[in-house]
Structure formats: C-alpha cells, structure tokens
C-alpha cells in the first residue's frame, strides 16, 4: 500500500516556516559509517575535502569524498565520536558506495571501516533545540540533524512542530543548496557545485582530488556553476535542456513551486550566462539568477 499523500497546505507551511526561520521538525533517514581505531584520522584526512582531523569531539562538519581528478562522488556529514572514532551521515542511497570507497583505500592503516547501517534523522530548524542524539549540520542553511534512536521523542523534545519533508525539499531548492548525485553528476567538480565555502578546507594537507580543488580555486575558475532558475509555470520537468541562442547552457536538476518565489530550479550553467538573463527551456521563458534565491 503507498503512503497517503500530503497534503499541499501542509507542505507550503512547512516551507514557509523553515524559509523563515521558524521552528519546524522533519523525518528523514540515512545511513551511518563509522571509521574507528588509532589510524581513523589520518586516514580521513587524506581522502576527504574537509578538516576532519582538527574536528574537537563531539563537533561535526560537512566533507566530500572525490575521485583523483577532483570530481565529486559522495557528500557526507562527519561527527568526531572521540580521538580515534568517526561517524560519517550520508544520504541512504550512498552508503554502500562510501564504504566501497574506503575500502578501496584501506591498506595497512589501524582502523575498522563500520556500516552502513540505516538510521531515522530528525532535522531542526530555527533554533529548536536537537535531544536524543548526536547533532550533524542539516541540509539546508539554519538546520541540523539529530541522529535519532526514537524520532517520535526527538520531535516532542524539540517542541517544534512536525512538518512533512516536501517542505524541507522546497527550502532546499530555494536555498540552492545542491543534493549530491541529484544536482551533481560523475563530472561535476567541488566550485561547480559552489561547495568550496561549504565543505573544503584549503589550509589542511593533500587528500584526494585536492590538486584540481586548489588549482580551479587560486589559478582558474571552473567554466560552469550552480545557479537557480526562475522558471514558468507550471514548471518544465526536471532533465529539461536551457537553451541560450539554440546552445544548451545547462540542464534543470531540481524543481520546487513555492507560494513566495513562483516555480524555481537549479541547475549548473555555463558562466557566460549572466544573472538575470533569459533561456529557453521546452519553450517556454525562464531566467537565471544567483543563489540563494531572494524573489522575483
């Protein structure tokens, strides 16, 4: 039997709530791996974007694993356990691939690689305050998430009201924050996705990828970028093709329709495409605007 359906108003105070700052609480879920032992943090830091090993106990940051070539391949939320132990959060999807990865690096280093095992999130926003268990950043900017052992009593400590996670996805789009493997494919590099303020370190040492990340940083600039899209309404599907002068310019990766800013997207578009100029998509009139998204 499917899940009933929610309903719309629902969904529209959720966002607005989130969008707003307000205190709101959303079920998700995800997967955990945990790297243990007197090898775990060296061993992090040299594959992954962020300074994982200069994390205090307790605190968390968000980090990307990329290929040699500096290509994203996971996104992932790490929580310093103790001096020797990790928990890495990742999207449910994901798990089995990071685990593959670290395994793949694993050679004579002293640790154990854990996981991934499915786990309920419970993420806040606006300052309700997070109980029950160990805190990570939340998708989107203002929100973290509890890594819950009982989401029903996670919510009810928070005193937030529960909202449903279509709202959290709008707030997502809106505030053109990329979904890994959604709004990035197996070319997509760290400044393309605009994640280099996010989730990379450019004071520790080496990790993998880490040559394309520095250069594209301090010698160059990546030729395309993630940008949001002010699209008509109803809104093309997601796949759709922007054209500029009957080149395409990019591809729309994610669609949200929200009662402040009409129907949105994001998409990476080629640079030469200014803010605020127009493209076709399915033909139909949207414009390209910078993120996070302000009004129309």
């Not at 709008?170 to 996010?198: C, K, S, W, Y």
Request: charged residues 25%.
């Amino acid at each position: 039997m499917s899940a009933p359906a929610v309903e719309r108003p629902a969904v529209d105070e959720g966002y607005a709530r989130i969008r707003a700052g307000e205190r709101a609480a959303v079920r998700g879920t995800a997967a955990l791996i945990w790297v243990e032992g007197p090898g775990a943090a060296g061993f992090l830091q040299g594959l992954v974007s962020a300074d994982v090993a200069g994390l205090a106990t307790g605190a968390a940051c968000p980090a990307l694993f990329l290929d040699a070539k500096g290509r994203i391949l996971v996104g992932m939320r790490v929580l310093r356990d103790g001096d020797d132990a990790f928990t890495l959060v990742v999207p449910d999807a994901a798990g089995d691939r990071l685990t593959a990865l670290l395994e793949r690096y694993h050679f004579s280093e002293d640790l154990e690689i854990i996981g991934p095992e499915p786990i309920e999130v419970v993420t806040l926003a606006g300052g309700a305050p997070a109980a029950g268990g160990p805190v990570v950043p939340g998708p989107v900017p203002g929100t973290v998430d509890v890594i819950a052992d009982d989401a029903d009593a996670t919510i009810a400590a928070s005193g937030a009201p529960e909202v449903p996670a279509e709202g959290l996805e709008m707030a997502r789009v809106a505030a053109g924050v990329p979904r890994i493997g959604v709004d990035t494919g197996e070319t997509t590099l760290v400044q393309e996705a605009g994640l280099e303020d996010v989730a990379v370190s450019f004071d520790k040492g080496c990790y993998l990828g880490q040559e394309t990340v520095a250069r594209l940083q301090f010698r160059g600039r990546a030729n395309r970028r993630l940008r949001g899209v002010a699209l008509p309404t109803p809104p093309p599907a997601v796949g759709g093709a922007l054209l500029r002068g009957g080149r395409e310019v990019g591809r729309l990766t994610s669609v949200a329709v929200t009662a402040d800013l009409g129907a949105i997207g994001l998409a990476i578009v080629r640079r030469e495409v200014l803010d605020g100029e127009t493209v076709e998509i399915e033909g139909a009139t949207a414009r390209v605007v910078d993120l996070p998204f302000r009004g129309r």
